[in-house]
């Protein structure tokens, strides 16, 4: 039997003396998901942005593709990242099984469909309030994305908070192609499942409380961000 | 097939081509004609005046005209040659609700130039001027879309000039402003007018179509009712359309 108020209290100690195993753990979980998000924006924003602005032959795919990889399972991601990485797979020889760049890739695979697809929607309702003005202004193809982008900044910036509240909380994908290994690819959500399981309760609890903050401050990013574009009468 | 260019002496420029012509000009959505076979033409240095009830067509054809939508019949003519991108970018058109990028008031007016392909000290000097101009000066660093209503046509209508238009569009500029700020928008066109700029503006006020118009179009459901001369037109309307409006009475009476 274990005493709930006592894990709790030795959580809290590990988090207040940034226990070095534990921040470990949290750095690169951190740099994991940033990593990912990062490339997933570079990738998705300008690809959402231009499917949400033009019309173009196999648009209307373009977005049942977007949506639909929106909802991938993780674990199958994790499952065909690993095939591809596998020494025995396509891309085996980069070796990058095992290591925080796999999570990285699995977790870019799983963040951009959604910074794409949510991407596309917000400029698609921004263009449909400027294409006029454009037009008339005479704006090439490329001045039109790089304008929307900007103008759609706020909620843009949103879009990658939601990315990356998705990527930090998912475990399927980076314990597939990490491993989980000690010092190496343990992450926050990793090691929770497994400390857990082995009944080493106080770091994922630590672990769980910090990935919780996380969330918050996440939200309350989104919310101020959203406060201070209203003000501006800039959502 | 009407010729309303006939209808269309410009004394002073009469020699001169026009500058915008519609030849058999229609366009159709929806299965309904909004725009049936007009034939007109946009003279060079005049200011010329669209009326007419609301949905008679006003709009549509201002779209047609400055390109932003494809006729289904007949053409428009750029100085005898097809709209194109030049032609385009020689027109400025202020729509009837102004649309402002999510940008500072100065930051509106340097992405206009900056499509132009102005930059740097030109277009940091081009967009203050225009600011300047139009009264906007100290109001640079707001949010554009936080201004009032008329001070949001005012930078549409700087925006639109900023680009040193040949022909500007208006599209009922002050429908919904008080007099103070009709004023100033007027102020601002007749300054462009007189460095020689061609005005093409609907508008339901008669008041200010005695203070700005040269030439009218008037449209009704559709159809091109009256071109001419505005003092013409006031003197002696050809169709009962006109004659209703110009007493005053209901369009829809007819
Ligand atoms: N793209 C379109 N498709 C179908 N109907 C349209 C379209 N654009 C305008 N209309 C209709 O054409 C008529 C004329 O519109 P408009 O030119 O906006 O009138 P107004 O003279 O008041 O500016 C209206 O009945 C309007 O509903
Ligand atoms: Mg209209």
């Known amino acids: ?235 | 097939m009407r010729d309303m260019t006939l209808d269309m002496p410009t004394p002073d420029c009469a020699i001169a081509p026009a500058l915008l012509a519609c030849e058999g000009l229609s366009f159709e959505a929806g299965g309904k004609r909004l725009i049936d076979n007009f034939t007109l033409a946009i003279h060079p240095g005049r200011r010329t005046l669209i009326m007419g009830p609301n949905g008679a067509g006003k709009s549509v054809l201002l779209r047609l005209m400055h390109g932003l939508i494809t006729p289904t019949g007949g053409h428009v003519l750029w100085q005898g040659r097809p709209l194109d991108r030049a032609a385009r970018h020689a027109q400025a058109m202020v729509f009837q609700r102004p649309v402002m990028l999510r940008r500072s008031v100065l930051a509106n007016l340097k992405f206009a130039l900056t499509v132009r392909g102005i930059t740097g000290a030109a277009r940091a000097r081009q967009a203050t001027e225009a600011l300047d101009l139009a009264r906007l000066g100290d109001m640079a660093r707001r949010p554009a879309r936080v201004l009032s209503g008329g001070e949001q046509q005012r930078l549409a209508l700087a925006r639109a000039l900023v680009c040193q238009p040949r022909l500007l569009f208006l599209d009922e500029p002050t429908s919904s402003l008080d007099p103070a700020s009709t004023r100033a928008i007027e102020d601002l066109i007749n300054a462009a007018h007189a460095r020689g700029v061609s005005i093409v503006m609907v508008t339901h006020d008669l008041g200010q179509a005695r203070r700005m118009g040269d030439d009218v179009l008037f449209l009704q459901n559709g159809t091109l009712a009256e071109a001419g001369p505005l003092q013409d037109v006031l003197a002696a309307p050809k169709t009962a359309a006109t004659r209703a409006w110009l007493e005053g009475r209901l369009y829809t009476a007819l």
């Open chain 1, 1 to 235: 039997m274990f005493s709930l108020t006592d894990i709790l209290g030795e959580a809290f100690g590990l988090i207040l003396t940034w226990d070095r195993n534990l921040s470990e753990i949290v750095m690169l979980s951190l740099r994991v998901t940033l990593s990912a998000v990062v490339i997933s924006c570079l990738i998705g924003l300008p690809l959402g942005a231009v499917v949400g602005a033009f019309r173009f032959p196999g648009r209307g795919l373009v977005t049942v593709l977007l949506n639909t990889l929106m909802g991938l399972p993780p674990v199958v991601v994790g499952l065909v990242v690993y095939l591809m990485l596998s020494a025995s797979g396509p891309l085996g020889v980069l070796q990058l099984l095992y290591t925080p760049g796999a999570m990285i890739i699995a977790q870019t695979i799983l963040v951009t469909p959604i910074v794409a697809a949510l991407t596309k929607q917000v400029v698609e309702d921004l263009h449909g309030e400027y294409a006029e003005q454009f037009a008339s202004l005479g704006v090439g193809a490329f001045d039109r994305i790089t304008a929307l982008l900007w103008d759609a900044r706020y909620s843009l910036l949103t879009v990658a908070l939601a990315g990356f509240g998705r990527a930090v909380a998912e475990v399927g994908a980076v314990l597939i192609v990490g491993g989980n290994i000690n010092h190496v690819t343990r992450v926050m959500t990793t090691t929770i499942a497994l400390e857990t399981s082995k009944g080493n309760l106080e770091l994922a609890l630590a672990l769980g409380l910090l990935l919780l903050s996380i969330a918050v401050i996440v939200n309350a990013a989104v919310m101020a961000l959203r406060a201070s574009a209203v003000r501006a009468a800039y959502a």
